[in-house]
């Protein structure tokens, strides 16, 4: 058996699921993960994300804590696309760049939404209608993120965008998890597996390299499970860049698999996905903050990695709509 609440803050809404020992709030305003209450090996109820309450000093920016990130998730390079003599001039909001879908991204929206209850699970279903033309997009667009709770602590995320134009869809969530509970310690303690073989490195503006990298005898195997303190620690010219992780691991077909866990609390989160990788982002910007370790937390965003040569996973028209389905199971 589960509750649902409903709280109105002063320019959105939050929808709070509870149930025994699982807990999940989901906010308005960027159709996003507010926090997530799990129960540690010591019987603690406790937030392993982290929630915009934790940086004040944010909440008028766009940190992108727990929130849909689209159409397009990470940086195109000088905010331009060719794709199939498409042209796209992107909003430029960072430098040269388009990142997380410019000035009107999926974050900075307040989404109608839907609740559908029934035994077997909860289902909040948002709804938006961006025009043709905003942030550059072409296509009036109508985008639905649907989130599915279930009784077995499974968070199920889907996708679903349609267009009456040709237009670009690589939508992700950016929530970041501390599976310590709540923000106790930073993630360096944390264990890491990923079924990946293969890893994008970035340029020094932070758009991806074209050319996948072999993580085979590097820190970035994460093939077995080992400690992020392992790769955080890592002299590899690419952390230090960085501060940290920032990249895109291609997940290998068929398991596409990402496994969190943290001993000392006994918590894990297995990560499965449609999306062709995940972009493992370890909140390397956070240290302005100063009250909270240096990593607090890291994103596991899974999403298609767009390159110069390659957007056509992403593209969307009248008779083509998009999917992507990422489930979190916590355990």
Not at 171 to 189: A, C, M, Q
Not at 248 to 256: I, M, S
Not at 264 to 277: D, E, F, I, P
Request: with cysteine; proline share 5%.
């Amino acid at each position: 058996m589960y509750t649902l609440d409903v709280t109105s803050k002063e320019t959105y809404e939050l929808i709070t699921y509870k149930q025994k020992n699982f807990e999940v709030s989901l906010s308005t305003l960027g159709a996003g993960i507010e926090e997530i209450y799990t129960l540690s090996n010591k019987g603690k109820l406790e937030n392993i994300v982290l929630s915009p309450s934790y940086f004040p000093t944010r909440e008028n920016g766009r940190s992108f804590l727990g929130k849909a990130i689209g159409p397009l998730a990470g940086r195109v390079p000088n905010s331009f696309i060719n794709c199939q003599n498409n042209l796209f001039y992107l909003d430029k909001n960072e430098g040269s760049t388009s990142l997380h879908g410019g000035f009107h991204g999926f974050d900075t929206i307040i989404w109608s939404y839907q609740v559908v209850e029934s035994t077997g699970k909860c289902s909040i279903h948002f709804t938006h209608t961006f025009p043709d033309g905003l942030g550059g997009y072409p296509g009036n667009r109508d985008v639905s993120i649907h989130y599915h709770i279930y009784p077995n602590q499974t968070i199920r995320i889907e996708y679903v965008a349609s267009s009456d134009q040709f237009s670009l869809m690589n939508p992700t969530n950016h929530t970041y998890f501390n599976l310590s509970g709540n923000l106790v310690e930073g993630i360096e303690t944390h264990q890491l597996k990923v079924s990946s073989s293969f890893v994008s490195f970035l340029e020094s503006d932070q758009t991806i390299n074209i050319m996948p990298t072999s993580i085979k005898n590097t820190d970035f195997d994460f093939r077995k499970s080992k400690s992020l303190a392992t790769i955080l620690n890592s002299k590899h010219p690419q952390i230090k860049q960085e501060k940290g992780l920032n990249h895109p691991f291609l997940l290998d077909a068929p398991e596409k698999q990402v496994i969190l866990s943290h001993p000392k609390s006994g918590r894990k989160l297995k990560v499965t996905t449609t999306n062709k990788a995940v972009v493992l982002y370890t909140g390397n910007h956070f240290y302005e903050d100063q009250l909270f370790p240096f990593h607090p937390g890291i994103a596991l965003e899974t999403q298609h990695i767009l390159t110069e040569s390659d957007y056509t996973s992403c593209i969307i028209e009248p008779d083509k709509p998009f999917y992507s389905k990422t489930e979190w199971e916590f355990f």
